[in-house]
């Protein structure tokens, strides 16, 4: 796998979301929202994703799937795409990360990295 120049994630916002209504077991939800920047020469297709998520009680969970958020988005040079999706956990904390996986023009498999953030109950949640 390549990592190309130019492809790159930001972890725009993360929201706790109180009011959602969640499983007894994972009751904090949090909303992130994401943008995938082309800033590459070559245009990317998005094929596939990972998302490791740590819980500050030491559950690790592993999501993998095609796309992202059902769709497989195309992305010129000079595009972006944006998208928010959401994470449920049990305890005051968890930290995500993870990677796209992508197809430029020559069939090629590109890969970029989705960069760490944090997901923290507020005080008065917990």
């Not at 130019?6 to 972890?11: K, N």
């Not at 993360?14 to 070559?42: G, L």
């Not at 297709?45 to 992202?68: A, F, L, M, P, Q």
């Not at 996986?101 to 990295?113: K, Y």
């Amino acid at each position: 796998m390549l990592k190309l120049e130019g492809l790159t994630v930001v972890v725009d916002r993360v929201i706790y979301q109180p009011d959602i209504a969640t499983p007894e077991e994972r009751p904090h939800c949090f909303a992130y929202f994401i943008t995938i920047h082309n800033n590459s020469k070559q245009t990317v297709t998005i094929k596939g994703r990972k998302w490791v998520v740590n819980e500050s009680d030491g559950k690790k969970t592993v999501v993998e799937g095609d796309g992202v958020v059902g769709l497989f988005p195309e992305l010129k040079p000079g595009e972006e795409f944006d998208y928010h999706s959401f994470h449920l956990f049990s305890g005051p904390w968890a930290v995500a990360n993870g990677s796209y996986l992508g197809l430029i023009e020559n069939g090629q498999t590109v890969v970029t990295r989705i960069p760490e953030f944090r997901m923290e109950v507020p005080t008065k949640f917990s």
